[in-house]
């Protein structure tokens, strides 16, 4: 963990080469020769400041390091509901890239691989371009996220399934145990060499993409996804053990959540600790209310988060629709009006994610926010 303040190129440069020196150098990452994908987190067409996408600082900083160790750097990721090339000019990404000297590479062709260890899948498709490359580097976000809780190195593999694939995974893997499993599946099978976390400037409260920006002030890098989000989320004051996809991950044997099995360097957690990050429970309604199986299976739908439209903010412009992956859709526009089929919803908030107006909340029925408060739950 290394402190950096600020995005500025000389302040993110010298905070990266301080990380990897601490991990002992480039060279176990990067070879001569190599192809590298350097693969940033690029979930919509946000402007830097909206926190959402990985900084292009970040990136620069990246793709010049790899090539001064002698590797061939490209920058990659598939949006899965934007043009690549829209979200690469819009968030600053393709124009860091091109400077540095890096080829971006949309991911859009599609190979099938075999999951050796894979829980919920035997055969995963993938992008080409992931499979193709020599080594990788992850470079994702620190954000929440209304299905995962936190989005960092873990879900950056998400990255890998093209295109509208990702809405067909949501679909067969919509509660968040299920979709932490799958997780585990990809990044068992395509392993990151490096795993960079921009948590500069992270994101609470609704996130990945309707949230606040949070300044934590860190870069923090490791060779396990696991530790890596372990380790931000102390900073932030959560324990990673409470978050499905971090427990999973670790049980799986992706990486190690135990902090004395996590050697840190540079910073200590005790100095760099901060307060007030605000994040929302996954959607399982177990993380919700504190209540024996039975009823939660019993009074599911009245304690779950479901998505709700602000309809004073909504533009109708669809995107909620299009992305829905429910079968039949969850989400219509009628009569000028975006409405919600609760009874079709499965519950993956992918609406919620994407809404471009933040028209879209997550909201507990009147139920379970009454008997939240008769528990004194927060």
């Known amino acids: 963990m290394v402190r950096c303040c600020s995005y500025d190129s000389t302040s993110v440069k010298a905070a990266l ?23 940033p987190n690029m979930l919509s067409p946000h402007p830097p400041e909206k926190a959402v996408t990985t900084h292009p600082s970040l990136v620069e900083a990246v793709v010049e390091l790899v090539r001064a160790a002698g590797g061939i750097p490209s920058v990659g990721d598939s949006p899965g509901f934007y043009k690549f090339s829209r979200v690469a000019e819009v968030s600053g990404i393709g124009e860091a890239a091109r400077r540095a000297g890096a080829l971006l590479v949309p991911f859009e062709r599609e190979e099938e691989i075999a999951t050796a260890d894979g829980c919920l899948m035997k055969k995963l ?43 067909e995974m949501h679909f067969r893997f919509s509660d968040g145990d299920r979709f932490s499993h799958m997780l585990a599946d990809i990044a068992l099978s395509l392993p990151a060499r490096l795993h960079i976390l921009d948590a500069i400037v992270g994101m609470d409260g609704n996130g990945p993409a309707a949230g606040d920006p949070f300044r934590t002030g860190l870069v923090i890098a490791g060779s396990d996804p696991v530790a890596v989000d372990s380790t931000a989320c102390r900073v932030v004051g959560i324990d990673p053990l409470t978050i499905p996809m971090i427990r999973i991950a670790s ?63 909504c533009t109708r412009c669809g995107a909620c629709v299009e992305v829905c992956p429910a079968r039949p859709k969850a989400l219509s526009l009628e009569r000028g009006r975006i409405r919600i089929d609760d009874r079709a919803c499965i519950l993956c908030y992918c609406c919620n994610e994407i809404c471009p107006s933040r028209a879209i909340r997550l909201r507990r029925g009147f139920a379970a926010g009454a008997l939240a408060k008769l528990l004194k739950i927060s």
């Open 17 to 39: 080469k301080t990380a990897i020196d601490l991990l002992g150098g480039v060279s176990p990452f990067v070879k001569t020769g190599q192809s590298v994908l350097i693969k």
């Open 125 to 167: 498709v993938v992008a080409r371009e992931v499979t193709r490359a020599d080594a990788i580097i992850s470079l994702p976000k620190f954000k929440t996220h209304n299905l995962t809780c936190i989005t960092a190195a873990i879900k950056n593999h998400f990255g890998y399934i093209p295109g509208l694939k990702k809405a």
């Open 251 to 313: 049980e799986r044997g992706v990486g190690n959540v135990a902090e004395e099995l996590i050697e840190t360097v540079g910073e200590a957690i005790e100095r760099v600790r901060v307060s007030g990050f605000r994040y929302t429970p996954p959607g399982g309604t177990g993380r919700l209310l504190p209540l024996p199986g039975f009823l939660l299976r019993r009074f599911k739908n009245w304690i779950v988060l479901r998505p709700r439209i602000l309809h004073n903010v």
